[in-house]
DNA sequence: GTCTATAGAGAGATAGAC
DNA sequence: GTCTATCTCTCTATAGAC
């Protein structure tokens, strides 16, 4: 018996797969060799690909959230949460987990598998703009902006930076693009 | 005799392809198909799908650069051309043609195609800068920002639009997010 | 230049033994 | 629960006729 049972290695094995190579790429054959866990195996537990994609995409959008969610409710005010999430150490080449995702047209195309993805924006829109409107109260950022609106350009400029980083093949662009927006939230002095 | 020869057919439908299903997923068959050529015709013409891949991606690269050139040099202010083009017409839910091929791992991990993507977005950036810089001279934008920086910012937040919008199935965190950037970048009084 | 035939490999799953 | 055998399809390409 292993440390951790087989579905768990199975969706854990899932969820490296679908980062590094996206859904169309991600092989049951590959999965179960990852996993160390044959093809019977896999089928018991699962009653094919896309139901081991569901639950392996869940479980990455369930991780992102908390993970997130912890940072930003760390000390300190707004903006320097904000800054702090925006900055924090990040595997840029490898590109957002879910992210990434929504860009693969099986996942995309199918309602099951883009429900996660949607959910997790939806969540990060939100709690940002929660920062903001507080960030707003303490006079942080100018009051004539719209929270909702800061926050998804906030979510967009994170998301394309992977997409220019990967691109580049170098992190260069997504380090600017990060300083940019920044520059932009907190201006060094009046406009 | 068809209207464009067999070559471009196969590019064209290669183009349209890639932008809707990725590298992995467009096989040489599918290909064939929408061009209306045999397989023999689709080997005569190019060595396989790397080769024919490269130059439908290269053209589609040429393409949007040009297109995006002509936009950028249209009449008004610097700030009023990068509003216009931010809240351009665009087919949203399909993503952008190039932004999409940076999160396919063939694509990302292969020098030869991805240098497209990288030059695509290395030009856009610079031709956003310029325009900053010159909005800079003109007294729209804050001296103080980087023009590098803000130009990397704008060109993420179209990409991680595009990556919100389908992981949502609507159009509505792209316009939400572009409504944010253009906020951030003019504000409606001082910070 | 374009066609058809063929081929080795892998994808994704099912069947039935253990 | 896990294993091996088997199956049907598709992918990507090559060969050689026309």
Chains 1, 2 share one sequence.
């Not at 018996?1 to 679908?18: F, G, K, N, Q, W």
Request: a negative charge; glycine letters at 8%; hydrophobic letters at 45%.
């Amino acid at each position: 018996m292993s440390l951790v049972d087989t579905a768990e290695r199975l969706i854990a094995s899932t969820r490296e797969l679908l980062w590094e190579r996206g859904y169309g790429a991600t092989s049951p054959k590959a999965i179960q060799e990852r996993a160390q866990a044959g093809q019977g195996s896999m089928y018991h537990h699962f009653s094919g690909k896309p139901a081991l994609a569901l639950a392996a995409i869940r479980r990455s959008a369930d991780e992102l959230v908390a993970q997130v969610d912890e940072q930003l409710t760390s000390s300190g005010t707004a903006l320097a949460r904000i800054r702090a999430y925006l900055l924090r150490e990040r595997e840029v080449l490898r590109g957002c987990p879910i992210g990434r995702l929504a860009q693969d047209t099986e996942i995309a195309h199918n309602e099951d598998l883009r429900a996660p993805l949607a959910e997790t924006f939806e969540w990060l829109r939100g709690r940002l703009a929660g920062l903001i409107t507080q960030g707003q109260a303490d006079g942080e950022f100018n009051a004539g902006l719209d929270p909702a609106a800061v926050a998804a350009a906030l979510v967009s400029v994170l998301q394309g930076s992977y997409v220019q980083a990967r691109a580049a093949g170098s992190t260069d662009p997504f380090d600017l693009a990060i300083s940019g927006i920044l520059a932009l939230l907190s201006p060094p002095e009046g406009n």
